[in-house]
């Protein structure tokens, strides 16, 4: 059957098969719960990011999660809402969100694939270097509001300035 002669509803794959092949090809651990779901340890320079996918069939959506250690200590939350803001109107694709019931910041976004649209492994690939990325840039920016006391602006500044050359 050619993709043409499929119906809008048909999908050819689950798109988190696609996501373990490419999980696999990169040697990145990782834990298959369910058919709809795939859990996958990224190794980056500041910490170990655990990015998550999840299928909404009923969406037709694909839901990327990548979270990392880091707790805001409670007295925080209100400046890390301010940075989480920032942040956000720094990106592109994707947003960071803090979930109050995990004391988690993660970075979220999410795939339309609608009418029996389907995911490729490049795109796949390119979601989670997307989502890793973010973590990584603002990692710093989280650490030094919550530890070192700075203001979500100052935070945000000390991690966007550009390095030019060597040491």
């Not at 250690?69 to 409670?74: E, G, M």
């Not at 939350?77 to 960071?96: A, D, P, T, V, Y």
């Amino acid at each position: 059957m050619s993709l043409l002669a499929l119906e809008l509803d048909e999908r050819v794959a689950n798109p988190v098969d696609v996501v373990e092949h490419v999980a696999d090809e990169r040697d990145w651990a990782f834990d298959r719960s369910c058919d709809d779901e795939i859990a996958i340890s990224v190794a980056g320079a500041w910490s170990d990011y655990h990015v998550s996918f999840t299928w909404r069939d009923d969406m037709e959506a694909l839901h990327v999660a990548c979270a990392f250690d880091f707790k805001v200590p409670d007295a925080g939350r209100e400046k890390l809402s301010r940075l989480l803001s920032l942040i956000n109107e720094q990106l592109w694709m994707g947003h960071f969100d803090y979930w109050e019931n995990e004391g988690a910041v993660i970075f979220r976004h999410g795939v339309l694939l609608t009418n029996g649209a389907i995911v490729n492994s490049g795109q796949c690939e390119g979601i989670v270097q997307t989502a890793v990325q973010a973590c990584e840039t603002y990692y710093q920016a989280f650490q030094f509001l919550a530890w070192a006391g700075k203001s979500p602006e100052d935070a945000l500044r000390s991690v966007l300035f550009e390095t030019k050359g060597t040491a």
